[in-house]
Every structure is written in structure tokens, then in C-alpha cells.
């Protein structure tokens, strides 16, 4: 349960953004709360090795990663909660947050910095080897996977994206798609099918992905739906790129968003459509999705909150 009832700052969500918010609001004396929310440490912490976090020349653990950033957090004076938000009031100042623990909370300004989650097909094999071969993220995962085959499983622009970029480490991209023609635009499909690297698979279904945790993705069991035969591929990595869906339902009706869900920032500031409000990270961010991206994301939200309540007397 949280310590207090009134907080200056709330900050809803306990990835990269959420925790390098609470590290500046808290060097600057604004004493926050952090609510962790469903997946502590966000999406990092379904993730082997990081590499591409400045910082670390040998690479971290993701989850080594979001702990030692809780720490610098709390040793700042950061309260953080494990618990989750059940609902937000967002039409009048202080803000009101209820937790699932049962606890009512007011806070003056509001960081929201909830994420966004993969969308996977729902075999349980992709959560089993999720950060052992199974990813959602090309850009985050592709080097590992240098002179290996690997799945793209999706059929729209992102998917193209995503098997384009494996290119540049993969030997081999097979781009799996349940239809007969790809829903990615005519440029983005034609682009990626004279790629020699890339073998469309299409009319076909991913049944299931094989492999442990100890070993690694060994291959992929794809079905045909026309012919219902199955085969094999030989691949070493499963990327999903079907998607993500960021995590705004609480703020639906409340705060301005995309169609797809993506909150909608003032830009060059993180300001929401509602004062006092600010977003950072992946609930705001369809193009980069990146840890270091989302951190820096939080750092602006910390200072345009600072600097909002500061205008309002607040300090």
C-alpha cells in the first residue's frame, strides 16, 4: 500500500520510462510514486541479453537491467508499489487513481508510462521460449540470430519492416502469412519479396514453435490451409509482427489517442490533451519501441511535469 494518500507526482507503469521519470522527479524533489503495474519492469524483463542500452559494453540481462534502474530509483527516494491501477479520474485537479490493492489516491500531475504489449498468436510456445528465440522486436533481437534462419510470422507493413531489417544478419527470413497475399502496401511487399533472402510462406499457419528454454528455438511447424500439409522450417529465431497494442484502456474517453490506442503527445514536449498529464515510452511511441528511446522519453516527461507544477505553485 502506498505511503500517502496525496502525491505531487504519479507515475503509472515501471519500464524504462516510467523508472527514468521517477529518477529525475526524484533528484528534483518531487518526492513520486511509481505503480508497477501488471509487468514490472516492463517489456525488458522478457528479455535475454541487452546490447544496444548505452552503457554497457558487454551487454545485461533485461531483467538485471530494470533492477538496477528500480535501485537508482529508490535511492533517490522513489516509493514504488506492487500494485496496479483500476482506475483513473482524469476530468478535475488533483487527479484521483484507485489500485487494485483497494487504495485511493490523489496525485497533481500524472505520467503515464504503461507500455505496450506484443501481440502474439496465443501458442503457448511463445511464452515458454519468449527471450530465448521468441521475440517481437527485429530491431532489438536481429543480431543474435547472425547466419541463422528465422520466422516472420505477419503480413502487414510492419512484418515487411521486420524481415527487411533481419536481412542484415539472418541467412535466411521466412515470412509466414495465414492468406494469399500479403495486406502490407504494394511498395513495402514488392520491396521485401525481390529481397533473395526473404521466402514468402504463404496460405500457411504457425502450429507450433519447437525448441526449450535451455536450448533455444529449433525450428518452426508451419500448417498449409489449403492443402493441410505440414513441414518444418529450420529456423533458430521467431519474430511476431502482428503488432503491439498499447496499454491506454483505463485513459479511453479521458485522454486524446490514435485509433490503434497510441496516446497523443504535443510534440516537442510529452504533454497529454489534458493539463497535467504527460506520457512516455512505448503508450506513446508506435515507431521506436527502443529501451533507450522510452528512457528518454521518461527524462522529458520528469522535466515537463517539473516544470508544470512549478507554474502552478506547486513545488
Given amino acids: 500500500m502506498p505511503n500517502k494518500t496525496h502525491y505531487?507526482?504519479?507515475?503509472?507503469?515501471?519500464?524504462?520510462?516510467?523508472?527514468?521519470?521517477?529518477?529525475?522527479?526524484?533528484?528534483?524533489?518531487?518526492?513520486p510514486l511509481v505503480v508497477e503495474g501488471i509487468q514490472p519492469g516492463g517489456q525488458l524483463t522478457t528479455t535475454t541479453e541487452v546490447e544496444n542500452f548505452p552503457g554497457f559494453e558487454h551487454g545485461i540481462q533485461g531483467p538485471e537491467l530494470m533492477s538496477v534502474t528500480r535501485a537508482q530509483a529508490t535511492r533517490f527516494g522513489t516509493e514504488i508499489v506492487s500494485d496496479t491501477v483500476t482506475k483513473v479520474e482524469l476530468g478535475a485537479r488533483p487527479f484521483r487513481v484507485s489500485l487494485e490493492s483497494g487504495a485511493a489516491l490523489t496525485a497533481d500531475a500524472v505520467i503515464v508510462a504503461t507500455g505496450a504489449t506484443a501481440k502474439y498468436l496465443g501458442l503457448p510456445s511463445e511464452q515458454t521460449l519468449l527471450g530465448h528465440g521468441v521475440s517481437a522486436c527485429a530491431t532489438c533481437d536481429g543480431f543474435f540470430f547472425r547466419g541463422k534462419e528465422v520466422v516472420v510470422v505477419g503480413g502487414g507493413d510492419t512484418a515487411m519492416e521486420e524481415a527487411n531489417f533481419l536481412t542484415k544478419f539472418a541467412s535466411r527470413v521466412y515470412l509466414?502469412?495465414?492468406?494469399?497475399?500479403?495486406?502490407?502496401?504494394?511498395?513495402?511487399?514488392?520491396?521485401?519479396l525481390a529481397n533473395p533472402k526473404i521466402e514468402a510462406v504463404l496460405d500457411a499457419v504457425v502450429e507450433e514453435i519447437l525448441g526449450t528454454p535451455e536450448t533455444g528455438v529449433s525450428g518452426v511447424r508451419v500448417r498449409n490451409v489449403k492443402s493441410g500439409e505440414s513441414r518444418t522450417l529450420p529456423v533458430r529465431g521467431y519474430f511476431s509482427a502482428i503488432g503491439h497494442q498499447p496499454n491506454t484502456a483505463l485513459f479511453?474517453?479521458?485522454?486524446?489517442?490514435?485509433?490503434?490506442?497510441?496516446?497523443?503527445?504535443?510534440?516537442?514536449?510529452?504533454?497529454?490533451?489534458?493539463?497535467?498529464?504527460?506520457?512516455?515510452?512505448d503508450v506513446a511511441d508506435p515507431t521506436y519501441r527502443q529501451a533507450i528511446s522510452a528512457a528518454g522519453e521518461g527524462c522529458k516527461a520528469a522535466i515537463d511535469a517539473e516544470r508544470w507544477l512549478a507554474e502552478q505553485g506547486i513545488h
Fill in 8 to 31: 505531487r507526482i504519479v507515475i503509472l507503469g515501471s519500464g524504462p520510462a516510467g523508472l527514468t521519470a521517477a529518477i529525475y522527479a526524484s533528484r528534483a524533489n518531487l518526492e
Fill in 176 to 192: 509466414v502469412h495465414r492468406r494469399s497475399e500479403f495486406r502490407a502496401s504494394k511498395i513495402m511487399a514488392q520491396r521485401t
Fill in 252 to 281: 479511453k474517453g479521458q485522454l486524446a489517442m490514435n485509433e490503434v490506442g497510441y496516446l497523443t503527445v504535443t510534440n516537442p514536449s510529452t504533454r497529454t490533451s489534458v493539463e497535467g498529464v504527460f506520457a512516455a515510452g
